[in-house]
């Protein structure tokens, strides 16, 4: 069994402590295996911005893999952006700026989607494309496939469009048919898992809001999701869990819960599907 946390675009400088707290309280009560911190780790690319990420992190006490975001190069600092963009992020979690977690059932891919160039669009190269792909080729079938990036593969909201990944296109074309289960993003501070048409096998998207941030989108409350693969998901399905802020708890509570069957993992009864389940204290989630 497998329980993945995924935190993202937490912009340690506009953290509120709260929700710093809440989520500390979260990870003790959850215990995750892996923890994916899918970048816009900071607010301006400070060193005690970092620094505050960091700690807080290692608070947690989990295994990290982290990809950095856009607002993790520096803006102000010219010099810096163009010639040592990565300096910081680099100082706070280490040299590898594409990440691999390989664990007896799961394997997550961490892709560096940022550009020095540009303010806050990413993009992905095709020689990136053919890194992960060929990552997941390698994969063993009782591993669940994630891909990480920061921008998302996918959006809900028309005004969202120009945020999605350049590259995307071909990405999950080619990682579909690599054999991807997930492809993990943040950015756009709006949770949601959609199932991404039009490809050789089903793969989703899922997006996670702002985790412990002010700048929290309208209606979409601070929030992370919760992973689990294994002995606490459906037999052949991973569950993939929205927690949000509570102020009035004040904690971090579910309020989202969606089964996806990965297509290596299908049952003739079962078949191929997404479903949302019911989350109430007192009704048995029921996978489809």
């Known amino acids: 069994m497998s ?36 970048g816009d780790i900071t607010q301006r690319a400070r060193p005690a911005q970092f620094q505050a990420a960091r700690s807080f ?32 992020h680099v100082a706070a979690f280490g040299s590898e700026l594409e990440p691999v977690h390989t664990s007896p059932d799961l394997m997550v891919v961490g892709v560096n989607t940022t550009r020095a160039r540009r303010y806050k669009h990413g993009e992905v190269s095709g020689l990136q494309i053919d890194r992960v792909a060929r990552t997941l080729a390698g994969a063993r079938a009782e591993q669940l496939r994630v891909v990480v990036v920061h921008q998302p593969v996918a959006v809900t909201h028309p005004e969202d469009l120009p945020n999605r990944l350049r590259g995307h296109v071909a990405a999950l074309q080619r990682w579909a048919a ?29 997006q996670a809001g702002t985790a412990v941030s002010s ?37 971090f509570v579910r309020v989202a819960a969606t089964v996806v069957r990965p297509a290596r993992l299908w049952t003739r009864e079962a078949g191929p599907c997404a479903t949302m389940l019911p989350i109430h204290p007192d009704t048995p989630d029921t996978p489809c």
């Not at 803006?75 to 910081?88: E, G, M, Q």
Request: glycine fraction near 8%; charge should be neutral.
């Open 3 to 38: 329980v993945l946390l995924q935190i993202s675009d937490p912009h340690f400088g506009t953290e509120r402590p709260p929700v710093v707290e809440a989520l500390a309280a979260l990870a003790r009560q959850q215990r995750p295996d892996l923890l994916v911190l899918s």
């Open 57 to 88: 992190m290692d608070r947690l006490g989990v295994p990290l893999l982290a990809v950095p975001g856009n607002h993790d190069i520096p803006l102000l600092d010219v010099w810096t952006r163009l010639r040592r963009p990565y300096a910081r």
């Open 215 to 251: 700048r929290v989108r309208k209606g979409a409350p601070n929030s992370v999701n919760l992973l689990r693969w294994g002995a606490d998901a459906p037999q052949g399905g991973c569950l993939i869990e929205q927690w949000d802020f509570s102020a009035a708890e004040p904690a």
């Open 178 to 206: 690599a054999g991807a289960d997930l492809v993990m993003g943040g950015h756009i501070h709006l949770p949601f898992v959609m199932a991404l048409p039009g490809l050789a096998r089903p793969m989703w998207a899922v």
